[in-house]
C-alpha cells in the first residue's frame, strides 16, 4: 500500500525524496551519520501506517474534487481558495505528525510557517491546481519522519 501512497504523492506532483530532503534537514543535527537514502526508508515507513495512508487519502481526493470543481458549495470556494480560516488541512496534517508522539507537532509547526521546499512548492502552486491538503499532508508525514528518528536517536543537538 504504501507503493499506491507514493504513486499517488508523485501524481500530486510530490516525490519521496523530496519528503526525505525536508527530514533530512530537520533531523541532520541530532543524527550525523544520517543518510538521505535513510530518511526516504522511515518516510516509507510512515506511508505504511494505515492512519497515514487514509488522511492521504482524503486530503488528496478533497484537492482533486475542488480542481474539478465538483465540491458542494461552499466547501468548494473554500478548499479551492485555500481560505485561511479553514484549518481542516492543518488538523489533518498534524492527525499524521502526532503518530510517534507530540515531538511531530514542533516540526509541523516550524514546517508549516517556513513552507520548507516541495511544501513550498505545493504552496506557490496554485495555477488550476489546489494543493489545500497536500502541503500539510507533507508537513505531516516529514514531521511524523523525523519523530521516528530522533526517538531512535534521542541525542542533543551539537552546534
Ligand atoms: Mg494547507
Same mark, same amino acid.
Given at each position: 500500500?504504501? *507503493?499506491?501512497?507514493?504513486?499517488?504523492? $508523485?501524481?500530486?506532483?510530490?516525490?519521496?525524496?523530496?519528503?526525505?530532503?525536508?527530514?533530512?534537514?530537520? $533531523? *541532520?543535527?541530532?543524527?550525523? =551519520?544520517? &543518510?538521505?537514502?535513510?530518511?526516504?526508508?522511515?518516510?516509507?515507513?510512515? @506511508?505504511?501506517?494505515?492512519?497515514? $495512508?487514509? #488522511?492521504?487519502? &482524503?486530503? +488528496?481526493?478533497?484537492?482533486?474534487? #475542488?480542481? =474539478?470543481? %465538483?465540491?458542494?458549495?461552499?466547501?468548494?470556494?473554500?478548499?479551492?481558495? /485555500?481560505?485561511?480560516?479553514?484549518?481542516? /488541512?492543518?488538523?489533518?496534517? @498534524?492527525?499524521?505528525?502526532?503518530?510517534?508522539?507530540?515531538?511531530? &507537532?514542533?516540526?509541523?509547526?516550524?514546517?508549516? *510557517?517556513?513552507?520548507?521546499?516541495?511544501?513550498?512548492?505545493?504552496?506557490?502552486? %496554485?495555477?488550476? *491546481?489546489?494543493? &489545500?491538503?497536500?502541503?500539510?499532508?507533507?508537513?505531516?508525514?516529514?514531521? #511524523?519522519?523525523?519523530? %521516528?528518528? +530522533?526517538?531512535?536517536?534521542?541525542?542533543?543537538?551539537? %552546534?
Amino acid at each position: 500500500m504504501s *507503493k499506491e501512497m507514493a504513486a499517488l504523492l $508523485q501524481e500530486r506532483g510530490v516525490y519521496l525524496h523530496e519528503i526525505a530532503q525536508i527530514v533530512f534537514d530537520l $533531523q *541532520k543535527c541530532f543524527v550525523p =551519520e544520517l &543518510t538521505l537514502e535513510h530518511c526516504v526508508e522511515v518516510v516509507t515507513a510512515v @506511508l505504511s501506517k494505515r492512519e497515514v $495512508q487514509f #488522511a492521504v487519502l &482524503t486530503g +488528496a481526493a478533497l484537492d482533486i474534487l #475542488a480542481e =474539478e470543481k %465538483k465540491l458542494p458549495s461552499p466547501l468548494q470556494e473554500i478548499i479551492q481558495t /485555500d481560505n485561511l480560516l479553514y484549518g481542516i /488541512d492543518e488538523v489533518l496534517g @498534524l492527525g499524521i505528525a502526532n503518530i510517534y508522539g507530540t515531538i511531530g &507537532t514542533t516540526s509541523f509547526g516550524y514546517l508549516d *510557517k517556513e513552507k520548507v521546499g516541495v511544501i513550498g512548492k505545493l504552496n506557490d502552486n %496554485k495555477i488550476n *491546481k489546489v494543493n &489545500t491538503f497536500m502541503d500539510d499532508l507533507v508537513a505531516g508525514i516529514a514531521s #511524523a519522519a523525523a519523530a %521516528k528518528i +530522533a526517538h531512535n536517536a534521542g541525542r542533543p543537538c551539537k %552546534k
